[in-house]
Structure formats: structure tokens, C-alpha cells
């Protein structure tokens, strides 16, 4: 059965289950005029090195400086696998989650992001994401608050990998000039080598 929603748009009805509950379908949200849903993806071809220093950046992505949106990131995702085997009972290191101001990565893979509805979406305004296995070069930028650390496997026993989500309750939100990066926190292990790779999802208003 149907019933009009009193108060409503008069051409808008909600339909109601048996015992007169509200039955709800769950559709997509509107579309913004400017901005839309995005991601990236990206995980340098390289090695990264033994005993990488604390401090080195290894991914960055900005919201441009000149952006009248904001982004609001919903999901992260980041995944390592072992190249070569660790030290046992050695330091496993940690990659960290934070965020910047100022300048943007440079001198690494420039990656593409992807429009969710290309149909629908605007351009997005994070036009910088950069990775590197070495060390993104970073200049004129002031690092922020600590968002998410995760500690890495110590890879002792062949080959082995692990994921990490970030997943909050509550959007990371980017005004115009802020960034985020991928960036060691606490010194890699020594003699062990490990790639990774990462996808980003947020949406520009």
C-alpha cells in the first residue's frame, strides 16, 4: 500500500510493508552540480628500501590551493607485501596517515584519478597525487595533525602480505591547499624490502 508523505512533495509517496512499517529502498544520493565521487589508486613499481629512515614521504595527494570545494574522504586503503625477508625479532616499521599544507609531492608516478559517475561528476580538485619507493620530494610543506599508523609486518618466514583500512566514521575533510600523505613513521625494518599499494575514495562539495 501507499501513502502520501504528509508535508511533503506532493508528488512523492513512501510505500509500507505489511505490518505498516516504512519500506525502504535505498537509492543513490543526489549528485552535486559541483564536485561528485572520486578515487585513486596507485603503488610505485620499485622496491621499497631496508631500514627506510622515519620521516621518508612515500604517496601525497592535495586538494588545490584555488579549490572552492572541500573533500571529504571516506576510505583508504593500503596494502604491503614482503619483498625480501626481515630480521627476526627485529623493529617491524610503521606507515602513517597525516596531513600537510603548502607545496605538493613531486618527483614521483603521477597517478590519474577516477571519476565515479563521469556522466554527472565535475573535474576534480585534486589535481596532485604522487608515489615513489625512495622518497617523494616534498618542499614548502608544513606536515599536520597524525590521522592513522599502521604497523607493518615483519616478513620472517617467506613471503607475506597485510592490508590496512582506514575507514572512519566521520569523513577526513580537505579544505582548499590540504593534502594528505603516506609517510614512515617509525624507521622500516632492517634488511627487509616490501612493496605496497593504495586506494583513496572521497567526495568533492
Not at 620521516?55 to 595527494?61: E, K, Q
Not at 616499521?93 to 618527483?107: A, C, M, Y
Not at 604522487?130 to 613471503?159: C, F, H, P
Amino acid at each position: 500500500m501507499l501513502v502520501t508523505i504528509i508535508g511533503g512533495t506532493s508528488a512523492v509517496v513512501a510505500d509500507v510493508d505489511a505490518n505498516k512499517n516504512l519500506y525502504v529502498i535505498p537509492g543513490l544520493p543526489a549528485h552535486p552540480t559541483a564536485g561528485g565521487w572520486y578515487s585513486v589508486t596507485g603503488g610505485p613499481a620499485g622496491i621499497v628500501a631496508a631500514a627506510l629512515v622515519t620521516d621518508t614521504p612515500l604517496m601525497a595527494m592535495r586538494l588545490q590551493a584555488a579549490s572552492t570545494r572541500k573533500a571529504y574522504i571516506t576510505r583508504i586503503e593500503v596494502s604491503f607485501a614482503g619483498a625480501t625477508i626481515g630480521v627476526s625479532a627485529g623493529v617491524a616499521g610503521v606507515l602513517g596517515i597525516q596531513r600537510f599544507t603548502g607545496g605538493v609531492g613531486s618527483t614521483g608516478t603521477e597517478r590519474v584519478v577516477n571519476e565515479m559517475y563521469e556522466a554527472l561528476t565535475t573535474a576534480t580538485d585534486v589535481t596532485s597525487v604522487q608515489d615513489k619507493a625512495s622518497a617523494l620530494t616534498m618542499t614548502n610543506v608544513a606536515y599536520g595533525a597524525e590521522v592513522a599508523w599502521v604497523r607493518q609486518a615483519l616478513y620472517i618466514n617467506g613471503s607475506m602480505w597485510n592490508i590496512y583500512t582506514f575507514n572512519p566514521d566521520y569523513p577526513l575533510v580537505l579544505a582548499a591547499g590540504d593534502g594528505i600523505c603516506l609517510r614512515t613513521r617509525v624507521q622500516c625494518a632492517a634488511t627487509q624490502t616490501w612493496v605496497f599499494a593504495y586506494t583513496v575514495y572521497w567526495r568533492e562539495l
